[in-house]
């Protein structure tokens, strides 16, 4: 069965580093989406991108962060400067066509930031 | 704008128990309403949805929700608890002019004694 990769599994890193986060979506998907989960809280929405662009973004999805789907498989999340409080798990997620269909989830990169 | 609440955040069954997660939202369209299941260090695999059509929908491994417009709920049940049931389930919403993006419960914690 088709999955959503995600790489690396655990990045620790120090507070204002760059990280990049990375995604294989599903091959026949056209919407991708990242969220994230601090400990111990719900998963919250980031960002949806389609078409080569984002589509929506929540108010957490600031300067700080951007999306690029640089070669038409992978699907990354940058964070330029990392701080303390982006400490949580990053799930991506893609969706082969919006309404009925399912929305399937990576397994998550666990970001440390120290 | 949609919500979700899910009502306790730990619910804790004796294996064979019946199972009941409660789950309410709030949404200004019809929603699609989804029950995901993270085990320990996992992603998030989708247990069932429901998006139109019969409000008692099954999933995978003998869970059902049941889709109350008038109440709000789409609670999720399961007869018979079983050991390998414990995890963290999350209930989600979304909308067909939502883009695809889910608004997440809290989540809640379920530990099933033997």
């Known amino acids: 069965e088709p999955e959503v990769t995600q790489t690396p599994s655990h990045q620790v890193t120090q507070m204002g580093q760059e990280v990049i986060l990375r995604c294989v979506p599903i091959s026949n998907h056209l919407y991708f989406y990242w969220y994230r989960q601090i400990l111990g809280q719900k998963v919250e929405f980031l960002v949806s991108?389609?078409?080569?662009?984002?589509?929506?973004k929540s108010e957490i999805f600031d300067d700080q962060f951007s999306v690029e789907r640089p070669d038409g498989s992978n699907f990354t999340l940058k964070i330029r400067s990392t701080k303390l409080e982006d400490s949580a798990m990053y799930f991506c997620?893609?969706?082969?066509?919006?309404?009925?269909?399912?929305?399937?989830f990576g397994p998550g990169t666990r970001l440390t930031v120290l | 704008a949609q919500s979700v609440t899910q009502l306790g955040s730990h619910v804790s069954v004796s294996e064979g128990a019946l199972v009941l997660l409660r789950c309410n939202y709030s949404s200004s369209v019809p929603p699609y309403l989804f029950w995901y299941v993270q085990y320990p260090n996992q992603g998030l695999q989708l247990l069932l949805k429901y998006t139109t059509g019969a409000t008692l929908v099954k999933g995978i491994n003998g869970f059902e929700a049941e889709f109350k417009k008038s109440e709000t709920s789409f609670h999720l049940t399961k007869p018979s608890a079983h050991m390998s049931d414990a995890a963290e389930y999350f209930c989600a919403v979304s909308a067909y002019n939502q883009g695809g993006k889910l608004i997440f419960g809290q989540g809640t914690e379920l530990s099933v004694k033997p």
């Open positions: 997620a893609s969706l082969r066509r919006q309404g009925t269909d399912t929305q399937y």
């Open positions: 991108f389609y078409n080569n662009e984002i589509s929506e």
